[in-house]
């Protein structure tokens, strides 16, 4: 991702970002430890195995399945960055309709402030009318 684009993040994208890659920090090191404890048992195994054969079994079995393993693991890191694509694509749909609703809600809000301002200016030259002396009075002290 571009240092761009993270400039232009808010905050809540930024900690989505981030809560995102630490589930995957956190996924791959318990991957990590489970591999570890894995590799700890089988190579208890092979301190246990009696003869050179069946440790060159035991040794077979462990680089299938730390081959497979690292196979597993590129698909792992893949299917995490289009999370993250996913989640940011939305965090920036989401951000545009709300800068949209925002938009809207402003335009509102000044016309209705504007149709308060006319109505006031018309109460106002109401009471004025009804009143002329009090008219003469804002008048004087005016000046």
Request: hydrophobic fraction near 35%.
């Amino acid at each position: 991702m571009a240092d761009k684009e993270l400039w232009k993040m808010n905050r809540t994208e930024l900690i989505e970002i981030t809560y995102v890659l630490q589930q995957n920090e956190r996924t791959l090191r318990e991957e990590n430890t489970h591999l570890r404890k894995w590799l700890d048992d089988k190579l208890l195994c092979l301190d246990q195995a009696g003869s050179i054969a069946e440790a060159a079994l035991l040794v077979n079995h462990i680089f299938e399945d730390a081959q497979q393993a690292a196979k597993q693991y590129p698909d792992s890191v893949q299917y995490a960055n289009a999370q993250t694509s996913q989640m940011l694509a939305e965090a920036e749909d989401q951000l545009h309709r709300t800068e949209q609703e925002c938009l809207a809600l402003r335009e509102k809000t000044d016309q209705d402030v504007k149709r308060q301002k006319e109505s006031f200016v018309r109460e106002v030259q109401q009471i004025l009318q009804k009143y002329p002396e009090l008219a003469a009075k804002l008048r004087k002290n005016e000046r």
